[in-house]
């Protein structure tokens, strides 16, 4: 215990020797305890805490977060310096625990590093899914849905129905068409697991948001204090399978069907194996490309149902 304790105390001087040594080149910020750093200071709200911090270090502020090195912008203007003037310094995400195990090693669009494999990512999205042929070629789709739509609300009217949520029958249909063109057909809630497509991204978006003890102490990042490598190990296993599942799908169906309107997933196999791209397209990527596409689609959802003051169509 005696060796132990002499080479904590030894790590964290030499820790405070090398931040004292690098401090002329930083932005001003508090000095940090070792090991810690500045996370103590963040309290339960951080937002006021990283705050009252501005106040006293300015705009452009050094924190030390455990062991990692963090800049604080809290300005219009200095915000202006890192997102446009010198965005491509800081256009990369750096890695942590969740994106590990929830976005198959930075491989989506929304974590992964700025570089060469970011923008042949992003250039096959917007090709392949977001061009204006590609939207034209959804047409048939876009109208199956709306006049099944329009279907559903007849038959409420007939049926004697007072009312109809608007809202949820617009978001509805946001989310089958694009559904429809990302997986190739639509998808019950049940069919990704039992809890439900909503509740199990709902999980995800908590994970990536919950602060990680290991993300800025990582020597004790194995063990997991706060559980979160468990709940992401078992997330990550329910969209293996239901990934797995599509593709699998795709690989099987009909490859004679010559004049069907392909799909994302039926796009991004007809990259895999190939050499177009500089980085090899396998199955993880596909599906760190089809959980962001996921996420995208169910947000877009809520917003619409949120938002939108369309509360309810009564009938005469």
Known sequence: ?????????????????????????????????????????????????????????????HLRLGFVPTIVISSPQAAELFLKTHDLVFASRPPHEAIKYIAWEQRNLGFAEYGSYWRNMRKMCTLELL???????FRIVREEELDLSIKLLREASNDGAAAVDISAKVARISA????????????????????GFKAVVQEVMHLLATP??????????????????????????????????????????????????????????????????????ERPNIKAILLVKGMTVLQY?????FLFPFKSCVFN
């Open 1 to 61: 215990m005696i060796w132990i304790a002499a080479f904590l105390v030894s790590l964290a001087f030499l820790w405070l020797w090398i931040s004292n040594k690098n401090a002329k080149k930083l932005p001003p910020g508090p000095i940090g305890l070792p090991i810690l750093g500045s996370l103590h200071k963040l309290g339960a709200n951080p937002h006021r805490g990283l705050h009252q911090l501005a106040q006293k270090y300015g705009p452009i502020m």
């Open 131 to 137: 061009s204006q042929t590609k939207i034209n070629s």
């Open 176 to 195: 089958d068409v694009a559904c429809r063109m990302v997986l190739g057909k639509k998808y019950m809630d049940q069919d990704l697991d039992e809890k």
């Open 212 to 281: 990680n003890i290991g993300d800025y102490i990582p020597y004790i990042g194995k063990l997991d204090l706060q559980g979160l490598i468990k709940r992401m190990k078992a997330v990550r296993k329910i969209f293996d399978e239901f990934f797995d599942k599509i593709i699998d799908e795709h690989i099987q169906s009909d490859k004679g069907q010559d004049n069907k309107v392909k799909d994302f997933v039926d796009v991004m196999l007809g990259f895999v194996g190939s050499e177009e791209y500089e980085y090899r397209i």
């Open 301 to 305: 959802s809520f917003l619409i149902h």
